[in-house]
C-alpha cells in the first residue's frame, strides 16, 4: 500500500517548533515532504533526518505539480505574507506553489496563521480562503483537556491538526 502524502510547510520564524514538533510527531505510514522558509530551513537540516526536504526556492520540485498527487498540506506556521500571497493566487516559491496546487487540485489545506491580534486585512484574506474550504486553523489551545505543559499544550494543537488531516493520534485528552 502506497503511503499517504502529506506536504508541512513552515513559512515565518514564530512558532517554527510547532511545525518542526508536528514533523517529528507523524506515524511511519505518512510520507512527509518538508518545505520550510529560510529562517526554519536551518533548523531543519541540524535537526530532522527522516523527511524529504525541498528548498523553498525550487517552484519545480515534484510538490508544485497536480500530478504528483499530495494528500493534503499544512502550513505551520503559516506567516500573514505567505497567507496573504495564497489568498490573492501569488505563487512565488515553493510553499505558495504547492498551496495553490491543493487548491486547484480540492485538496485539503490547512493554514496556522501566527500573528495576533488579526487586523481586517488578514481576517479578509482568512475569510476569503475559508470560502474556498481552506481550514483555517490558528494554533490555539482549549482547556478542557486540562494541559499542564508547554509540552502538552504544543501536542494538543498537533493532534488537532492531525486530526483535521485524519492522522490517527492520542496527543491529547479527548473531550468525554
Known amino acids: 500500500m502506497n503511503k499517504r502524502k502529506i506536504i508541512i510547510a513552515i513559512s515565518g520564524a514564530s512558532g517554527v517548533n510547532l511545525g518542526l514538533k508536528a514533523i517529528s510527531l507523524l506515524p511511519d505510514s505518512i510520507e512527509a515532504h518538508v518545505v520550510a522558509s529560510n529562517h526554519a530551513d536551518i533548523v531543519l537540516q541540524k535537526e530532522m533526518n527522516n523527511i524529504i526536504q525541498h528548498k523553498n526556492s525550487d517552484i519545480s520540485a515534484s510538490i508544485a505539480s497536480g500530478s504528483f498527487k ?41 493554514l496556522a496563521p501566527r500573528e495576533m491580534p488579526f487586523s481586517a486585512i488578514a481576517l479578509e484574506n482568512m475569510q476569503k480562503l475559508a470560502a474556498l474550504g481552506i481550514v483555517i486553523a490558528p494554533p490555539v489551545m482549549a ?26 493520534n492520542n496527543l491529547y485528552k479527548r473531550w468525554e
Open 143 to 168: 482547556y478542557y483537556s486540562k494541559q499542564q505543559s508547554l509540552d502538552e499544550m504544543e501536542n494538543f494543537i498537533i493532534g488537532k491538526w492531525f486530526d483535521m488531516l485524519e492522522i490517527e
Open 70 to 110: 499530495a494528500d493534503a498540506m499544512l502550513i505551520a506556521p503559516c506567516s500573514m505574507n505567505t497567507l496573504a500571497k495564497i489568498a490573492c493566487g501569488i505563487a512565488d516559491n515553493l510553499i505558495t506553489r504547492a498551496a495553490a496546487v491543493m487548491i486547484k487540485e480540492q485538496k485539503k489545506l490547512i
